[in-house]
């Protein structure tokens, strides 16, 4: 059986979670069946992957179009024979195809017309809950919610990463049949995001984090993510006001959507700087050991989200070993256990998809307390540190994501 995953990012070309989960559930899965990658940003030497540019005669066309025009090449890869590289391949076309973010979706849609095979669509977010997408696309926010819509609507099934955006789907697409859309949970490589304990790691780790400027002997509170609405960076920055002068605020963000949230949050760490020492903000995507010795040195991992499916970072954090204070929505409640792994902050959010809560104030006022409680605690917060590693170790393994996902893929195939 040939699978072929579609999707715009893979490595090394990651910068959200969608590209994570890709990864780590194409290497699981080729354990046992053929599994070819097709992805965005050009050529790739690992085998099994195939990487697709946007066509010459688009690179100056709406992001969106020049997207559409990557996707009718994946497409058609999609009905080529490929190499074999595992004893369990076939030399044959793709008999399923599996898309994952809008970006992908409309060669998971072609594909299947095409050649008439099942398409199984992953829904990491929703362009209806993303409306502020317009002002990064323009009209080609019109476009990517259509390619989105048509893929859902036809798609033979349907992944929701947790229970809550299975009840978005529904919601923003009614007309979907509630039986063909599944919850499979996004997993965590559980050897991969581990806190160092040999000596020779722990002092590597020591040296990362004070040439990143940040003061292991300080507790902190530690944000990783991308500059976009719907992070809820700018909540944090005034929420940070409350934190005691000792605790570090490091945060882990780049890649903004826009340059008027680029400027926002700038404007909002640079005031922040004004009022106090210990904020640390490193821009640039860091190697995955780089991050782990940033977590691991961190009193309290926060996720001040105002949407979030499910939010791998925080499954990343946890099996590091940190507790983690993020917003009560979306996804979020599925992974942190509130009082054992972590703090769930309430939040009323507006009915518009923003996402935006009802009293800003309110959230950010609740937010900085959370955050002020979970530091304060040093003991506690190391407590619920160790209850996450044993909650995602127990939960959200890439074994049981990968066999969750072969189930769904049986459901659709003929036979």
Same mark, same amino acid.
């Given at each position: 059986?040939?699978?072929?995953?579609?999707?715009?990012?893979?490595?090394?070309?990651?910068?959200?979670?969608?590209?994570?989960?890709?990864?780590?559930?194409?290497?699981? #899965?080729?354990?046992?069946?053929?599994?070819?990658?097709?992805?965005?940003?050009?050529?790739?030497?690992?085998?099994?992957?195939?990487?697709?540019?946007?066509?010459?005669?688009?690179?100056?066309?709406?992001?969106? @179009?020049?997207?559409?025009?990557?996707?009718?090449?994946?497409?058609?890869?999609? !009905?080529?024979?490929?190499?074999?590289?595992?004893?369990?391949?076939?030399?044959?076309? *793709?008999?399923?195809?599996?898309?994952?973010?809008? /970006? *992908?979706?409309?060669?998971?849609? &072609?594909?299947?017309?095409?050649?008439?095979?099942?398409?199984?669509?992953?829904?990491?977010?929703?362009?209806?809950?993303?409306?502020?997408?317009?002002?990064?696309?323009?009209?080609? /926010?019109?476009?990517?919610?259509?390619?989105?819509?048509?893929?859902?609507?036809?798609?033979?099934?349907?992944?929701?990463?947790?229970?809550?955006?299975?009840?978005?789907? &529904?919601?923003?697409?009614? +007309?979907?049949?509630?039986?063909?859309?599944?919850?499979?949970?996004?997993?965590?490589?559980?050897?991969?995001? +581990? %806190?160092? =304990?040999?000596?020779?790691?722990?002092? %590597?780790?020591?040296?990362?984090?004070?040439? @990143?400027?940040?003061?292991?002997?300080?507790?902190?509170?530690?944000?990783?993510?991308?500059?976009?609405?719907?992070?809820?960076?700018?909540?944090? #920055?005034?929420?940070?006001?409350? &934190?005691?002068?000792?605790?570090? &605020?490091? @945060?882990?963000?780049?890649?903004?959507?826009t340059p008027e949230i680029a400027a926002e949050v700038s404007g909002l760490v640079a005031d922040l700087r004004a009022k106090r020492d210990g904020v640390v903000w490193i821009e640039q995507m860091l190697p995955r050991p780089d991050l782990v010795a940033v977590l691991a040195s961190g009193t309290v991992f926060v996720c001040p989200s105002v949407y979030?499916? #499910?939010?791998?970072?925080? @499954?990343?954090?946890? $099996?590091?070993? #940190?507790?983690?204070?993020?917003?009560?929505?979306?996804?979020?409640?599925?992974?942190?256990?509130? !009082?054992? =792994? !972590?703090?769930?902050?309430?939040?009323? +959010?507006?009915?518009?998809?923003?996402?935006?809560?009802?009293?800003?104030?309110?959230?950010?006022?609740?937010?900085?307390?959370?955050?002020?409680?979970?530091?304060?605690?040093?003991?506690?917060?190391?407590?619920?540190?160790?209850?996450? %590693?044993?909650?995602?170790?127990?939960?959200?393994?890439?074994? $049981?994501?990968?066999?969750?996902?072969?189930?769904? /893929?049986?459901?659709?195939?003929?036979?």
């Open positions: 059986m040939r699978i072929d995953l579609l999707t715009r990012e893979y490595p090394p070309h990651v910068y959200g979670g969608a590209g994570v989960h890709v990864a780590e559930l194409a290497a699981v #899965l080729r354990r046992s069946i053929d599994v070819r990658v097709q992805c965005f940003d050009g050529g790739r030497a690992e085998p099994g992957v195939v990487g697709h540019t946007v066509p010459v005669e688009l690179a100056e066309a709406n992001p969106a @179009l020049a997207t559409f025009g990557v996707d009718l090449e994946i497409a058609d890869a999609v !009905g080529r024979p490929g190499d074999r590289i595992a004893e369990h391949d076939v030399d044959g076309p *793709a008999e399923l195809v599996h898309s994952h973010t809008w /970006y *992908a979706n409309l060669a998971g849609r &072609l594909a299947a017309l095409q050649y008439g095979i099942p398409h199984v669509v992953t829904a990491h977010s929703l362009e209806p809950l993303r409306p502020w997408k317009a002002e990064q696309l323009g009209g080609g /926010y019109a476009l990517s919610s259509w390619a989105e819509r048509a893929a859902f609507e036809s798609a033979d099934a349907v992944i929701a990463v947790s229970a809550g955006m299975r009840e978005d789907i &529904l919601r923003s697409y009614p +007309q979907i049949d509630p039986a063909r859309v599944h919850v499979v949970h996004n997993g965590i490589d559980l050897d991969g995001w +581990q %806190r160092p =304990t040999d000596a020779e790691d722990l002092a %590597r780790a020591d040296a990362v984090v004070r040439g @990143l400027g940040i003061d292991p002997d300080r507790p902190s509170v530690v944000f990783v993510g991308r500059i976009t609405r719907q992070k809820g960076l700018p909540y944090l #920055l005034r929420a940070a006001e409350a &934190l005691p002068p000792e605790v570090q &605020l490091v @945060l882990c963000a780049g890649a903004p959507d979030e499916p #499910l939010g791998i970072v925080n @499954l990343e954090a946890m $099996a590091v070993g #940190l507790p983690v204070v993020g917003t009560a929505t979306g996804g979020i409640p599925e992974v942190v256990d509130d !009082g054992v =792994t !972590g703090v769930l902050v309430p939040i009323d +959010q507006v009915q518009d998809g923003t996402g935006a809560p009802v009293d800003p104030e309110k959230f950010v006022a609740d937010l900085g307390a959370a955050l002020v409680r979970a530091v304060g605690d040093p003991e506690r917060a190391a407590q619920m540190g160790v209850a996450s %590693r044993v909650r995602v170790e127990e939960h959200f393994s890439w074994d $049981a994501v990968a066999e969750r996902t072969l189930e769904v /893929y049986r459901s659709v195939l003929p036979g």
